[in-house]
C-alpha cells in the first residue's frame, strides 16, 4: 500500500465512504503524497506526455491566436496573460518566444499562473525566467484586468463526481473499504436535481459524470471576459456532454487500476464542453464551437510552419518532427479526441481557427 493509501483507508474506516471527487483531489494534490505534488508526470520516462511537450508548434500556435485577439480587441494594455495547469512551463514558454514579434504584445502583458504544486511552480520559475510569473492558488484570484488566457490539460485533471442512473434516482460512486483495500461501491439512489435533465436522454444502468469545479472555473474566467475583454481557450479531451464512465489511472503511458496505488498514478476524465459552454454564455462570455484540436492547429497555420521548421531538419530529427506534427493534427491521434472551447467577449471578432 502508497502511505496515501494507508491514511485514505484510516479515514474512511473513521468517517464512511468518500466521494470519487475526494478521492480524486486527495491523489492528485495531497500536500505531501499527491501525484502532481511528488511526482514528475510528464514525458517519455514518465507517465504521460501533453501537447506542448510533443511540439513547439503547439504553443506557438496557441500564442499567436491570443495575440490575434488581443489585436482585434485593440491591444488593451496592461492585460493578464494566464495559464491553468502549466505543467513544467513548456506551452507559456513557447507562447511567449513565438509572441516576441507581436508590436506592445510583451510589454503590456502580466503573467499569471495557477498551479497548486509548489514543485512545478519551481520548475515553471526556471522556464519562464523574463517574465517575473505570478503564481496564484485558485482562478477566482486572477486580477480584475484584460484577460488571455489558456489551459491544456488541466480541466481533465479536476475532480469528478460520478453517478449511474438508477429507475428511481443516480447512484454516486464511492470509495470504500473493502478486505483492507481501497474499493469502488455505489451508494443507495437518490435523486438528484443537477442531474435531473439527464434523465430524458440515459437509461438505467448509463453512467456520467460531472465536474463542479470546471464550471465555476469556466464561469471565474468568463466574467472577467465579459467585464474586461480577453480571450480563453480550454483544450482536452473529452466530447460535448458526459455519458459513460470516464474515470482513468495512467503509470508509464498504460492504463492502471484507479485504486490500486493512491498517488502514484495520473487520475483523469473525460472533459465534457457542454455544461462549461453554459457557465461561460451565463457568466457573459460568447463561445465558439467545440473544435478539434487537428482542425484548429492547421487554420491557424501549423502546416506551413512544420514545413518551414522541416526544411531545416535532417535525417531522425526530420523524422521526429514529422511524426509530432502528425501526432497533434492527425484524426486517429490527437486531433479529434482532443477539443478546443474558446471564449470571447459577445462584441469581439471571434477566435482565429476555432468553429463558429
Ligand atoms: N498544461 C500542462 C500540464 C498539464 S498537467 C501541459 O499541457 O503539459 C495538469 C497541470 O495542472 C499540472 O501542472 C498540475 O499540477 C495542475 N493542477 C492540477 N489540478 C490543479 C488544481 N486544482 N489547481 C491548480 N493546478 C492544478
Known amino acids: 500500500m502508497t502511505p496515501l493509501a494507508d491514511i485514505l483507508v484510516r479515514r474512511i474506516r473513521q468517517q464512511g465512504p468518500i466521494r470519487l471527487a475526494d478521492y480524486m483531489a486527495e491523489c492528485l494534490l495531497h500536500p505531501d503524497h499527491g ?13 504521460f506526455i501533453t501537447a506542448p511537450e510533443i511540439s513547439q508548434m503547439f504553443g506557438e500556435m496557441s500564442g499567436l491566436c491570443l495575440a490575434q485577439a488581443w489585436l482585434d480587441q485593440g491591444a488593451p494594455a496592461p492585460f493578464t496573460l494566464a495559464e491553468l495547469g502549466p505543467g513544467r512551463g513548456t506551452l507559456m514558454a513557447d507562447v511567449l518566444r513565438a509572441t516576441r514579434g507581436v508590436p506592445g504584445f510583451h510589454a503590456a502583458l502580466r503573467l499569471h499562473l495557477v498551479e497548486a504544486s509548489p514543485r512545478l511552480r519551481a520548475a515553471q520559475a526556471a522556464a519562464l525566467p523574463d517574465h517575473a ?9 486572477l486580477p480584475e484586468a484584460p484577460l488571455f488566457l489558456i489551459a491544456n490539460e488541466f480541466f481533465d485533471a479536476l475532480p469528478i463526481r460520478q ?6 434516482g443516480w447512484q454516486e460512486t464511492m470509495v470504500t473499504v473493502q478486505d483492507d483495500r481501497l474499493a469502488l461501491a455505489l451508494a443507495p439512489p437518490s435523486p438528484l436535481a443537477v442531474l435531473a435533465p439527464r434523465l430524458a436522454d440515459t437509461h438505467p444502468g448509463d453512467v ?3 465536474c463542479p469545479a470546471a464550471a465555476s472555473v469556466t464561469a471565474s474566467i468568463a466574467a472577467r471576459i465579459g467585464r474586461h475583454g ?8 473529452g466530447g460535448w456532454t458526459s455519458l459513460g464512465d470516464t474515470f482513468q489511472a495512467l503509470q508509464s503511458h498504460a492504463p492502471v487500476d484507479p485504486m490500486a496505488a493512491p498517488g502514484r498514478a495520473d487520475l483523469t476524465a473525460h472533459v465534457d464542453f457542454a455544461p462549461l459552454a453554459a457557465a461561460a454564455a451565463t457568466a457573459g462570455a460568447a463561445v465558439s464551437g467545440l473544435t478539434p484540436q487537428g482542425d484548429w492547429l492547421l487554420r ?6 512544420a514545413e518551414t521548421l ?6 531522425a530529427a526530420r523524422d521526429t518532427h514529422m511524426a509530432a506534427f502528425r501526432r497533434l493534427t492527425a484524426a486517429d491521434e490527437m ?8 471564449l470571447y467577449p459577445a462584441d469581439s471578432p471571434p477566435l482565429a481557427g476555432l468553429d463558429p
Open 335 to 342: 486531433g479529434t479526441l482532443f477539443k478546443v472551447l474558446g
Open 230 to 237: 480577453g480571450a480563453a481557450l480550454l483544450i482536452d479531451y
Open 163 to 168: 453517478f449511474t442512473r438508477h429507475a428511481a
Open 300 to 305: 491557424l497555420g501549423m502546416g506551413q510552419r
Open 208 to 210: 456520467v459524470e460531472i
Open 35 to 47: 501525484y502532481y505534488t511528488r511526482a514528475e508526470p510528464f514525458g517519455a520516462g514518465g507517465d
Open 310 to 315: 522541416a526544411a531545416r531538419l535532417q535525417g
Open 133 to 141: 510569473p505570478v503564481w496564484l492558488d485558485r482562478v477566482d484570484d
